[in-house]
């Protein structure tokens, strides 16, 4: 129940903090603000001067600028202020930058700041539009101090009044998308699909057709929300809030291949959002895409620099997968990725902080890189008496963990690791869908697998040479099973495919792998060269690439489907 709703506060008694590395931007904001009644103006110069203020009082009003200082720009801090709850609902948001990119537009929307000015600052516009703020606030104040604490059928009563005064004319469609962003959270569909169907009649504005998308999607209206989202992508004011959108609609439908690709599209277009990057990373990861784990935990290593995110922790993520990528690729990849790795493991050991409260995770990963050059003695060595406790630890220490006992063969070591994670995942809704579905496969595979992918190549190419082509057929399948996005491996389990059936060997489970082959090669992008000769194994195999089957959907949805 919502208790009495406090007062606004009074103008003359409203705190303000001005954060510019500029002299002159203080210089001009401070005294409109003055001749506006505010009183109580505070500047910082840098984002350390700017926290220890925060930390000593509340402000109602934050200028923030891009270019805040050499070592954190504005978009960290500004998403820092946020996670520290020193910026709520009702605080006054103005984001300044003389910076103007789409990507940086993009980060900056996402963290909903309530103006964008850019710089040089004009003084004739500043002491109009800062008055318009602050009587848009004053007279806001239920409706949002009932969104802060989450009270929706409040705050659209209080939004529905407010689009009766004239005055809040300009800020109209920001109540009105309030509305019905709380139609959704109530979970009234089906109003919140009427409510924005209405709005599309006279709106253009790209919001209303994003809500009018997430109220079909919602109700599994494919037909309809198909349609609309054609249009949405092509949109430049659109497409990057449709992707994720989009992304979240299939993660909870468990098509983790849709949803990887939507949000692949999403940190292009906005590269700074870390929550969006984990998305990134884990749907990558259960896709079996190890590239794509690497350029996503490189993306929030690199944004991350200065930001409330940054720590150790994402490097040994960066090493890590890393080495993930090195125990699937040829002799001389693996190698280069192994160098790269013992070059960052050795930064880090020579941190004495970092080898303190690292000294494990560090171990594993020398004992992993040892591993995987052959010196398997030396890294169970390293390794042997680490015990399988999991709550202690980091979910990617734990993961770091099992794929070391289990690429030394210790498989009841790594298969205790796992069974142990799953309550890691509770409090997080979309680990829950995304990473339990991972270790769901994980279970299986480290059960039923005992060998590391290049393990597993290197047996089916002994195999091979010496014509058995069961045993290789075996190989090649745990593999493609451990790397499905591994091209090499799905050709060569064709072509050992297609053997079987000149040998008139072939049986039906060799047949629903080929299916399987089929599906994923035909969705990568392949080479003329690769096409022909997957062509050359499909005739071979009297299969017919164009049938229903092996259909490429180049729509969001498969209509065919539904």
């Given at each position: 129940?919502?208790?009495?709703?406090?007062?606004?506060?009074?103008?003359?008694?409203?705190?303000?903090?001005?954060?510019?590395?500029?002299?002159?931007?203080?210089?001009?904001?401070?005294?409109?603000?003055?001749?506006?009644?505010?009183?109580?103006?505070?500047?910082?110069?840098?984002?350390?001067?700017?926290?220890?203020?925060?930390?000593?009082?509340?402000?109602?009003?934050?200028?923030?600028?891009?270019?805040?200082?050499?070592?954190?720009?504005?978009?960290?801090?500004?998403?820092?202020?946020?996670?520290?709850?020193?910026?709520?609902?009702?605080?006054?948001?103005?984001?300044?930058?003389?910076?103007?990119?789409?990507?940086?537009?993009?980060?900056?929307?996402?963290?909903?700041?309530?103006?964008?000015?850019?710089?040089?600052?004009?003084?004739?516009?500043?002491?109009?539009?800062?008055?318009?703020?602050?009587?848009?606030?004053?007279?806001?104040?239920?409706?949002?101090?009932?969104?802060?604490?989450?009270?929706?059928?409040?705050?659209?009563?209080?939004?529905?009044?407010?689009?009766?005064?004239?005055?809040?004319?300009?800020?109209?469609?920001?109540?009105?998308?309030?509305?019905?962003?709380?139609?959704?959270?109530?979970?009234?569909?089906?109003?919140?699909?009427?409510?924005?169907?209405?709005?599309?009649?006279?709106?253009?504005?790209?919001?209303?057709?994003?809500?009018?998308?997430?109220?079909?999607?919602?109700?599994?209206?494919?037909?309809?929300?198909?349609?609309?989202?054609?249009?949405?992508?092509?949109?430049?004011?659109?497409?990057?809030?449709?992707?994720?959108?989009?992304?979240?609609?299939?993660?909870?439908?468990?098509?983790?291949?849709?949803?990887?690709?939507?949000?692949?599209?999403?940190?292009?277009?906005?590269?700074?959002?870390?929550?969006?990057?984990?998305?990134?990373?884990?749907?990558?990861?259960?896709?079996?895409?190890?590239?794509?784990?690497?350029?996503?935990?490189?993306?929030?290593?690199?944004?991350?620099?200065?930001?409330?995110?940054?720590?150790?922790?994402?490097?040994?993520?960066?090493?890590?997968?890393?080495?993930?990528?090195a125990t699937t690729s040829t002799d001389e990849e693996a190698e280069q990725y192994l160098r790269a790795a013992e070059l960052e493991i050795e930064k880090l050991s020579l941190q004495p902080e970092v080898q303190k409260s690292c000294d494990e995770q560090l171990s594993i990963l020398k004992a992993r890189v040892l591993c995987c050059t052959g010196k398997k003695n030396v890294a169970e060595a390293m390794i042997k008496d680490f015990t399988t406790e999991t709550h202690e630890y980091t979910l990617e220490d734990n993961l770091d963990k099992m794929k070391a006992f289990h690429e030394l063969g210790l498989r009841e070591k790594a298969t205790s690791v796992l069974n142990g994670l799953r309550a890691q995942l509770e409090s997080d809704s979309f680990r829950s869908i995304v990473v339990s579905k991972y270790l769901e496969e994980e279970s299986h595979q480290r059960e039923e697998i005992r060998f590391t992918t290049k393990e597993l190549k290197g047996m089916a190419a002994t195999n091979y040479k010496k014509s058995r082509l069961l045993p290789t057929f075996t190989n090649l399948y745990q593999a493609f099973t451990l790397s499905p996005r591994d091209k090499q491996i799905a050709f060569n389990l064709l072509k050992v495919i297609v053997e079987l059936k000149e040998r008139d060997e072939l049986e039906n489970n060799h047949l629903k792998v080929t299916d399987k082959v089929m599906k994923v090669l035909l969705n990568e992008s392949l080479t003329k060269l690769q096409r022909q000769r997957l062509e050359q194994y499909a005739e071979k195999l009297d299969i017919d690439l164009h049938a229903d089957k092996y259909e490429i959907v180049t729509g969001v949805f498969n209509r065919k489907s539904g």
């Open positions: 129940m919502l208790e009495k709703i406090p007062a606004p506060t009074p103008r003359e008694n409203l705190r303000a903090l001005i954060i510019d590395s500029q002299n002159l931007v203080h210089s001009v904001i401070k005294p409109a603000l003055h001749s506006l009644g505010v009183s109580y103006v505070t500047s910082a110069f840098n984002e350390f001067h700017a926290k220890r203020l925060y930390h000593a009082r509340h402000y109602d009003i934050v200028f923030l600028s891009f270019n805040v200082s050499r070592d954190k720009d504005g978009f960290h801090l500004f998403e820092e202020l946020k996670y520290l709850n020193f910026i709520k609902s009702t605080t006054t948001v103005v984001f300044l930058s003389a910076e103007t990119s789409t990507e940086l537009v993009n980060c900056v929307v996402e963290l909903q700041p309530d103006d964008f000015w850019v710089k040089p600052l004009k003084r004739s516009l500043i002491q109009q539009r800062l008055n318009y703020l602050l009587q848009i606030k004053f007279k806001l104040h239920k409706m949002l101090y009932c969104m802060q604490a989450n009270e929706y059928s409040s705050a659209m009563y209080y939004a529905e009044r407010q689009l009766n005064d004239d005055s809040l004319k300009e800020y109209h469609p920001r109540i009105r998308r309030l509305i019905g962003n709380c139609l959704i959270k109530l979970h009234d569909y089906e109003g919140a699909q009427r409510y924005f169907e209405t709005l599309s009649c006279t709106m253009k504005q790209g919001w209303v057709s994003i809500g009018l998308a997430n109220a079909l999607l919602l109700q599994d209206k494919l037909e309809e929300a198909q349609d609309l989202i054609d249009k949405l992508v092509t949109r430049r004011d659109t497409r990057f809030l449709t992707y994720d959108l989009l992304a979240q609609y299939f993660i909870e439908k468990g098509k983790f291949d849709l949803a990887y690709e939507q949000t692949r599209q999403a940190s292009k277009l906005a590269p700074r959002n870390m929550e969006r990057n984990k998305r990134l990373w884990e749907l990558a990861r259960l896709n079996h895409d190890n590239l794509g784990q690497l350029s996503a935990v490189k993306s929030m290593e690199k944004n991350a620099k200065n930001s409330i995110h940054d720590s150790p922790q994402l490097l040994l993520n960066v090493i890590r997968t890393t080495i993930d990528v």
